[in-house]
């Protein structure tokens, strides 16, 4: 039984840091895609951060701010996120996809599976 679980976010100032953790069981990191996305209220689902065994990927939004790293041991990938803003404000979902070869190269497209996100509040 594949699970995923985010965990770690909070209210925080604008300008402070949060670490979100994605623990994940039922599956093996090396071979998969950890992909964190976020869904702000009345916006569209986006992809933040992608980590791959080879590689990884932010978007523009994240680029410079924030950071993926994993530790495989522990079966959890990280998301460190400073100098946040409100605009990050929202639920943040990781969520897994099969690697098969080319790693975050694959886009934000195609998660086999999903984690229950947790709630990240920036105040200005």
């Known amino acids: 039984d594949v699970q995923l679980q985010a965990s770690g976010g909070g209210l925080v100032q604008a300008g402070g840091s949060l670490r979100l953790s994605c623990e994940v069981s039922g599956i093996t990191l090396d071979d998969y895609d950890i992909i964190w996305f976020r869904q702000a209220p009345g916006k569209e689902r986006e992809g933040v951060s992608c980590?791959?065994?080879?590689?990884?990927h932010y978007t523009d939004s994240a680029k410079g701010r924030f950071t993926a790293s994993s530790d495989n041991a522990k079966n959890t990938v990280y998301l460190q996120m400073n100098n946040l803003k409100p605009e990050d404000s929202a639920v943040y979902y990781c969520?897994?996809?099969?690697?098969?070869?080319?790693?975050?190269?694959?886009?934000?497209?195609?998660?086999?599976?999903w984690g229950k996100g947790t709630l990240v509040t920036v105040s200005s």
């Open positions: 980590i791959s065994s080879s590689d990884t």
């Open positions: 969520a897994a996809r099969v690697d098969i070869g080319n790693g975050c190269k694959a886009g934000y497209y195609g998660m086999d599976y």
